[in-house]
């Protein structure tokens, strides 16, 4: 049997037990924890803290009566042990092959395990038990560190920062090396970093799988993984989808190196996440389910439910599925509708409307309401008109069966809970509606279809990035041609369609019914009190509420984003009776229209992992060819150069320092981070500079603290003059937002 196809398989408990090649549970989910093969063929396995061994056939050897709370790998017959809190050796069978007498047991080498007896004689331990006191001659710093040996084989870390494999003489075993390793061996295979992102895999004896790289890590399930790896063009441009993604080339690779599916998919996860038992994928032409088995299903693209986070092939469409040669007949090349998107400069705004409706990591949903108002359908949903929300609404995901005239299907992405509220707020809003979304007063939305069926008129309402209707007036776009372009936004009429459809064949959901729901409900969306259309410029409009829910609630948690007509910022000064200002915004720090942007960089400045590789990408090779004349950069300096590709000036460079505890200095070189770019940008003429959220990613700087530190030493800096301009905080993530603007509000910040 071969052990590395064994896969452990939990219970809903949390118990661990084995799932062999075939499928079948050959080891009931009994344990707390089940460990990797040994080099003799056990399989440790855990529960509570003791620990017992079993076979290949999957019968207990080691008993977990014998009370080991500690039990090492097996190498000639032997494995370190823990008893009683003193260690000894073992044999295969749990018998003492040694006394329990020793305070260490060091792992083993070439001469025999390194030990320290309980009286403080340190010595040489062999594998029969037979010690021998004398200094011991383990060599001294050849590596930083050695991990545990697998057949002899070892990973181990050298004084170059390099990961390469080692016999137990400690001598090389072949000629790679890696820039970083995933600490876990899983089916005998080692997660491997070629670059700090660059990923692959490798055996346990350190040779790859496959010599590609790719740009995310490769996690395998019963022997497959999926792979990705950007796809650029011959002039080393990164290649985008029309959703403005990145476009990947994804395919399914076996653990032997071979793949079962060629990467030609730009979409590829599982269909049922649940039940794992097929991959969803999807290319310019079609929709596919792949199968462990090798097998693939064509499906057309108006069968896939996007209603959900992932795009998947319902289970009620399954058998929808085509041969490959009605496929190719159906298939009919968009070449000409991409031609035609560059040649009348709608690249700019559909991009940003595609990546609105058609993104795959953050969808679009679909909210609701339902309202009996009398209303002018075919003067005020006319397809193709910008209406703007005016209030505060109330939406949700629950209703079911419509009980009113009409319908409003939202899609969008901008949303937030009352639920999220009421914790925001410290339980101001008490006891939140079931499944409530707010709706900000400042959403812009797109008529995008009108659609009557069984007496119901539904009003598709799609949702438009901030900035977006200014952004086409300034390109002198018709926003009614829009809806011809992109399959994301071909299918949306026809899902909303189906969803009414679908909808009317379910129940009412209960509290549709209610008086309070349907009073919160009532007003259309777009339209006034008086039912008349609301203006569309922020300044015509009163400061509103909705049902007892101030606007600042939202205002002060999103809503400040870029207007990319005007190419600047909406400044939002939170500084008082000065000039100054510090903006937080939450967005793509890549898109920014300031003079420079400020990169989280590593020591090298060659590039690596969240915003260093973002910035990389989109600034193209010239970047990281300019990077290499740099030689580096130490922690907490900062270091400048063109931007190139970038919207932007130039890039600053600074490099901040990894979280260790706060005691070792990581304050004052995370304030000298910001104090030197703030300096560097002055000498340079810099008038507005944006920061990211530096050391708080992969480098595990506590949020609040580096928030604190950031808006510190940004104040202090231009309190003393060494900076004269503004200072936007571009944050990734909402609860990065969130974190500065309660530093901001809370705190009175004056220069």
Request: overall charge neutral; hydrophobic content about 35%.
């Amino acid at each position: 049997m071969n052990k590395t196809r064994f896969v452990i398989v939990y219970n809903d408990a949390g118990q661990a037990g084995l799932q062999d090649e075939n499928g079948q549970l050959v080891v009931p989910c009994q344990y707390d924890k089940i460990l990797d093969y040994d080099d003799d063929g056990y399989i440790r396995v855990l529960k509570g803290d003791v620990y017992g061994t079993l076979n290949w056939n999957c019968q207990e050897v080691i008993p977990h009566s014998i009370g080991l709370t500690h039990l090492g790998v097996f190498y000639k017959g032997t494995a370190r042990a823990v008893k009683n809190g003193l260690w000894g050796l073992v044999d295969e069978k749990g018998a003492e092959a040694s006394d329990f007498c020793f305070q260490e047991i060091k792992a083993h080498r070439k001469w025999g395990y390194d030990a320290i007896r309980k009286d403080g004689v340190t010595g040489i331990l062999a594998e029969d038990g037979t010690f021998t006191p004398g200094k011991i001659k383990t060599p001294k710093n050849k590596y930083q560190s050695v991990r545990v040996f697998h057949n002899d084989v070892a990973p181990a870390y050298t004084w170059q920062n390099k990961w390469i494999f080692v016999d137990r003489y400690l001598n090389r075993v072949n000629d790679y090396e890696y820039y970083g390793m995933d600490p876990v061996l899983r089916h005998g295979i080692y997660n491997i970093f070629w670059a700090p992102s660059s990923f692959g895999a490798a055996f346990y004896d350190g040779k790859p799988i496959i010599e590609e790289q790719y740009d995310y890590p490769l996690h395998f399930e019963n022997g497959l993984t999926i792979t990705q790896k950007k796809h650029w063009d011959k002039e080393g441009k990164e290649v985008l989808l029309a959703n403005g993604q990145p476009q990947y080339d994804m395919g399914i690779l076996k653990d032997t190196g071979e793949y079962l599916f060629k990467p030609v998919y730009y979409e590829l996860h599982w269909n049922d996440y649940e039940t794992k038992d097929c991959w969803y994928a999807e290319d310019r032409k079609s929709a596919y389910l792949l199968f462990p088995d090798g097998t693939r299903h064509v499906y057309d693209k108006r069968w896939v439910d996007r209603t959900k986070f992932r795009p998947s092939i319902p289970a009620k469409n399954r058998d929808k599925y085509m041969s490959e040669r009605e496929l190719e007949a159906r298939y009919v090349p968009q070449e000409i509708c991409s031609k035609a998107i560059y040649q009348f400069s709608l690249e700019r705004v559909l991009c940003q409307l595609s990546c609105w409706t058609g993104s795959s990591y953050d969808p679009l949903h679909f909210y609701y309401r339902d309202t009996d108002a009398p209303i002018q359908v075919k003067k005020q949903y006319k397809i193709g008109t910008i209406l703007r929300c005016g209030s505060m609404m109330a939406v949700t995901q629950s209703l079911l069966r419509p009980v009113h005239k009409y319908r409003f299907l939202i899609a969008t992405r901008k949303v937030i809970e009352t639920k999220s509220l009421s914790e925001m707020h410290r339980g101001k809003y008490q006891n939140p509606d079931a499944d409530a979304y707010v709706l900000h007063k400042n959403s812009f939305f797109l008529v995008y279809d009108v659609y009557t069926y069984a007496g119901i008129t539904q009003i598709v309402l799609l949702q438009l990035p901030c900035g977006f209707t200014k952004l086409a007036q300034t390109e002198g776009i018709n926003l009614k041609k829009l809806k011809a372009y992109g399959p994301d936004m071909e299918n949306l009429k026809q899902y909303a369609r189906w969803d009414l459809q679908n909808k009317l064949s379910e129940k009412v959901h209960g509290y549709s019914l209610s008086e309070n729901w349907e009073k919160k409900m009532y007003r259309p969306v777009g339209l006034t009190d008086e039912l008349k259309p609301v203006p569309l410029e922020k300044e015509a409009m009163a400061d509103e509420t909705c049902y007892g829910d101030p606007d600042y609630i939202l205002d002060t948690y999103y809503d400040i984003c870029m207007d990319d007509c005007e190419n600047v910022w909406r400044r939002e000064s939170f500084m008082k009776d000065t000039h100054k200002t510090i903006q937080v915004v939450l967005g793509d720090i890549t898109r920014l229209h300031v003079d420079a942007i400020v990169n989280a960089a590593n020591t090298s400045l060659l590039g690596g992992g969240g915003v260093d590789g973002a910035i990389h990408r989109a600034a193209g090779k010239q970047l990281l060819e300019a990077c290499k004349k740099l030689n580096g950069c130490a922690v907490g300096e900062s270091k400048m150069t063109d931007a190139y590709q970038l919207p932007c000036k130039k890039i600053i460079h600074t490099v901040g320092p990894v979280w260790k505890g706060g005691n070792q200095g990581e304050p004052e070189l995370l304030a000298r981070c910001y104090e030197m770019a703030l300096q560097l940008a002055e000498e340079h003429g810099v008038s507005s500079i944006a920061f990211p959220c530096i050391s708080t990613g992969v480098y595990h700087y506590p949020k609040q603290e580096a928030a604190q530190v950031a808006l510190t030493t940004i104040h202090n800096t231009i309190k003393e003059g060494c900076y004269k301009g503004d200072v936007v905080l571009c944050c990734f993530q909402e609860e990065d937002a969130a974190v500065y603007k309660e530093l901001l509000t809370s705190r009175t910040w004056s220069f």
